[in-house]
């Protein structure tokens, strides 16, 4: 099923996403019902995967960007092997996170009770992002398990 925002609800999550998504959803179907009782207005955005300086969980990067950075730090510096997610062509979306704030801020205003989709309009496979902090760090591509 495609990814946009008139699927948001339809059929069921990645099962590995499974609460988290169904969490997500149902913070959608109290912001329709709250719209429909009282009149509420909102801008329900989706993010692509955010990074950036200071975006944290409890003091821990979040998202796949720092988990695939690290593993491949940790595999230079302590010899560990390196295992990609799956077979490293699922694909994902980098949002920078002060674009994300500035687009929040742009088009809350000029959204009313819509599903807005947030991102750069570009994927690439954990595969590609791989090989270009290997790159940067110098490990070797090679090495990774896929």
């Not at 912001?31 to 909102?42: I, V």
């Not at 949002?95 to 309009?121: A, K």
Request: proline letters at 4%; hydrophobic letters at 40%.
């Amino acid at each position: 099923m495609a990814l946009k925002e008139s699927n948001y609800l339809s059929g069921l999550p990645i099962e590995d996403f499974y609460a988290y998504a169904m969490t997500k959803r149902m913070l959608l179907v109290g912001l329709q019902s709250l719209a429909k009782e009282f009149g509420l207005k909102y801008a329900y955005f989706v993010p692509s995967t955010l990074y950036g300086p200071n975006y944290h969980v409890d003091g821990r990067p979040m998202h796949f960007i720092y988990d695939l950075i690290r593993k491949i730090i940790r595999g230079r510096e302590l010899c560990e092997e390196v295992i990609l997610w799956g077979d490293g062509n699922q694909r994902r979306e980098l949002v920078y996170i002060d674009d994300f704030v500035d687009w929040l801020l742009m088009l809350t205003p000029r959204i009313e009770n819509d599903v807005i989709n947030l991102g750069e309009g570009t994927e690439h496979s954990i595969r590609e992002f791989a090989q270009i902090i290997c790159e940067v760090i110098g490990f070797p591509f090679e090495r990774i398990s896929l």
